[in-house]
């Protein structure tokens, strides 16, 4: 099985990651479970150990989907990551939390839903600017002594906040926005990650569905991306166009749009797990089929260039 190091946390993870932001129904709309589950199962059998959630996904809801899907499989074989950050109650209102006291009791709710005993690697979803990091990192202490977290990391820091974090805590990987039509991480999240030896898994690397190839720039849609630019107007038939353009090099190495583009984002030295929202087992048969492959140095520039 194709597996790389995920930085200090020592974790060894699969280059696809399985996330699960699409159980999010105020911003993807209502999934069918039954879907979810067999494609989380099948990612295991195509040789993707790694899986993303957090507790915000739906108020528990990716938990809880997660937590059925994986029951029956070898725990010692997976790699399960989730976030704690948005306090969230039965009323639908959320505040950021990530108080020593919270993030204890939070941690104890997720490992019930997740129907699991530990948690490999848990990451603060976002920056608590009312909390003090080192409280926020005695308590991920507490959690890692107990046996209850293998590894702490950050998701959405900037550059300054990990410098910050880590002068608390160790604090071993790193979760950004990237992809090939959003690479302002490049330019310091990315190498300051590299230079400390953090482990960096990176989010929406299809760019919410766009750098599939799917798109015409012509579709309407009645998710989140409706209020979205780059799903709009001239902009969105622009960038479809971009994408589309990628075929004839995709071909060349008898990959999908999607897998050119996946192969191209994990070349990139300073990047490990790239995590793709999948809804359907089909389309983890394609993410999970690049996982090794690469391109060469001309064409991957040339992939970065296209799409500008």
Known sequence: MHRVRLGESGLMVS???????????????????????????????????????????????????????????????????????HHFYPDGHRHGDLSRDYILAECDAQLGRLRMDYIDLYQCHAFDTSTDLAETAEAMERLKKKGKIRAYGLSNFTVEQIRLARSCGNFATIQPRYSLLAREAEDDVLPFAKASGMGVLVFSPLHRGLLTGKYKGAEAFTDFRAKDGDFQGERFRELALKVAALAPIAANYGMSITQLVLAVTLQNSMIDSAIVGIKKPEQIEEAAAVMGRTVSREDYYKVRSTLG
Not at 35 to 42: Q, T
Not at 69 to 76: I, M, S
């Open 15 to 85: 280059s696809v990651c399985y996330g699960t932001w699409q159980l999010s129904p105020r911003f993807w709309g209502e999934q069918p479970r039954d879907v979810m589950i067999r494609a989380m199962r099948r990612a295991f059998e195509v040789g993707v150990n790694f899986y993303d959630t957090a507790d915000a996904y739906g108020d528990g809801l990716a938990e809880k989907v997660m937590g059925e899907a994986l029951k029956d499989l070898p725990r010692d074989e997976i790699v399960v990551a989730t976030k704690v950050f």
